[in-house]
């Protein structure tokens, strides 16, 4: 039983279109997460949700739009996509301070 | 300004030899401190927190105040420890949020 999934796992779409990346905790996390990993390999927060509440909004293009319809589920509305867009979106979930994260397998979006 | 620095991209050791991971942290407040672990094609996932002092597959880590470190050590390496290791950093901003170093490529060979 996954424990965090994301839909899709791979995404190629083409520049300018609007797609979502869905993702779903089955842990009873209070607190989900998305996170970007860029070419490099570097991860980055790019919002948090503590029970459907926006908590951390990092420094994104209001092109990315998060949304949470309950605390088991946060996903990623992209609109007008671009290339810098390609990238790993991860999402995750935690319990409280102290824990980690639970991980998904992550979504490999590549615009072309 | 929260920083978790990870000062080698990537690492080569054979297979039975000390490994050490080396990560640096910058934060004012009290750090708690984790190491997470990429196998290829596979999720991160976590691999030891400071504050349970645990071992996990070999691994070990000491939070380290006075130096600002938290390096990953095993004394054996072996092939299934290659992978990508990330240093992150639990910082408070409403929610906790991971500030995660850049990464280090561990490569064991045969």
């Known amino acids: 039983d996954t424990a965090v999934s994301q839909t899709p796992k791979y995404l190629v779409t083409q520049m300018g279109n609007d797609k979502s990346i869905k993702c779903e905790q089955n842990?009873?996390?209070?607190?989900m997460y998305w996170y970007k990993q860029d070419s490099k390999k570097f991860l980055k927060i790019m919002f948090s949700y503590n029970n459907k509440e926006l908590i951390i909004n990092e420094t994104v293009p209001n092109r990315f739009s998060p949304k949470s319809p309950d605390k088991a589920h946060l996903n990623l509305h992209i609109n007008s996509l671009e290339l810098g867009d390609s990238a790993v979106y991860f999402c995750a979930s935690s319990r409280d301070r102290g824990t980690g994260y639970t991980f998904g397998s992550g979504t490999r979006l590549t615009v072309v | 300004a929260q920083r978790v620095t990870q000062p080698e991209k990537l690492l080569s050791v054979f297979k039975g030899a000390p490994v050490e991971l080396k990560c640096n942290y910058s934060?004012?407040?009290?750090?708690?401190l984790f190491w997470y672990v990429q196998y290829s094609r596979q999720r991160l996932q976590l691999l030891l927190r400071?504050?349970s002092r645990e071992s996990i597959k070999g691994f070990t880590a000491d939070l380290n105040k006075g130096e600002t470190s938290f390096h990953l050590k095993k004394p054996f390496a072996q092939e299934e420890d290659s992978a990508m290791y990330y240093c992150a950093l639990s910082v408070d901003q409403g929610a906790q949020k991971l500030v995660f170093g850049q990464g280090t490529r561990l490569t064991i060979n045969p």
């Open positions: 934060y004012s407040g009290s750090p708690e």
């Open positions: 400071h504050i």
């Open positions: 842990l009873g996390h209070d607190t």
